[in-house]
């Protein structure tokens, strides 16, 4: 089985500023890693994703990620969020081997970033 | 036109009545889910299918039922509607096929039901 924790429900942060959207995931067998964006009254968008290789992984929109495997994290950072940042961001997490996870997105409970002027 | 087209965007429902969400895409993805979204709780995986004949239940599949009429097309039932079904649901495909599990998932649009 695996479950993902987002640490935040919800981050305020001003314009400008860093910001750090904290998940740690766990599952019993190798995984790939997702972050999702949500604006306000749409879809669930790809920011970006952790299949293999470099464990720092940049995306969309300035974001980018580090997958760490000992602390089983992959927390999303962006140096400087401007109001357009402002939507709800998912981890998502999915099985790279077989078993009864495989194929499937596991996704964390939402982080509210909230960008202030 | 969307890849994932979800119908209805918006609906209303009386407790008890029978509703179906349906689902087309145009991808060519084999593999179709149906998620839920809640406050809080992020989004659960209700049934997923990873082809026409492969059907399989998901974490929350209680009061719920899907059909894979076709390739492109994956509906979610339900049964008897119940306000805590009140929910965000949304239809994604995704293809292993492009570079990893999980790497071509395309989510709909979504479709917000209330059951009143």
């Known amino acids: 089985a695996q479950s993902v924790t987002q640490l935040d429900s919800q981050v305020p942060v001003f314009e400008e500023a860093p910001v750090e959207l904290r998940c740690n995931y766990s599952?019993?067998?190798?995984?790939?890693l997702f972050w999702y964006v949500q604006y306000p009254n749409q879809g669930l968008q790809l920011l970006l994703k952790y299949l293999s290789g470099s464990t720092l992984v940049k995306g969309i929109n300035g974001f980018e990620a580090e997958f760490n495997k000992s602390q089983t994290s992959f927390h999303l950072r962006k140096p400087s969020v401007h109001i357009s940042d402002t939507a709800e961001y998912f981890c998502a997490v999915s099985s790279n081997a077989g078993g009864t996870s495989y194929g499937k997105l596991t996704f964390g409970q939402g982080t509210i970033l909230t960008v202030h002027p | 036109d969307a890849d994932v087209t979800q119908t209805p965007r918006n609906r209303i429902t009386k407790t008890g009545k029978r509703i179906m969400l349906e689902c087309s895409q145009t991808k060519g993805h084999d593999r179709m889910y149906w998620y839920r979204q809640d406050p809080g709780l992020g989004l659960r995986l209700i049934y997923y299918?990873?082809?026409?004949?492969?059907?399989n239940k998901g974490e929350i599949s209680d009061g719920y039922s899907v059909s894979r009429q076709a390739q492109a097309k994956f509906s979610l039932s339900l049964e008897s509607a119940i306000p805590n079904q009140t929910a965000l649901y949304f239809c994604a495909t995704s293809d292993p096929g492009t570079g990893g599990e999980g790497y071509g998932y395309t989510f709909g649009s979504g479709t917000r039901l209330t059951v009143v």
């Open positions: 599952s019993s067998v190798s995984v790939y």
């Open positions: 299918s990873f082809d026409v004949k492969d059907i």
